[in-house]
């Protein structure tokens, strides 16, 4: 059986990597057609 401490950590591991994949994309903004960055 799965323990609290398992679910805790996965938990905790899952968020880091949203949190990183949201600062990705915060850091590299979509670019508009002629090269121009979205700003939006």
């Given at each position: 059986?799965?323990?609290?401490?398992?679910?805790t950590?996965a938990?905790?591991?899952?968020?880091?990597?949203?949190?990183?994949?949201?600062d990705?994309?915060?850091?590299?903004?979509?670019?508009?057609?002629?090269?121009?960055?979205?700003?939006?």
């Open positions: 059986m799965i323990s609290l401490a398992e679910i950590a938990t905790r591991a899952q968020r880091a990597t949203a949190d990183r994949l949201d990705d994309e915060a850091r590299a903004p979509a670019l508009l057609p002629g090269g121009r960055a979205a700003t939006y």
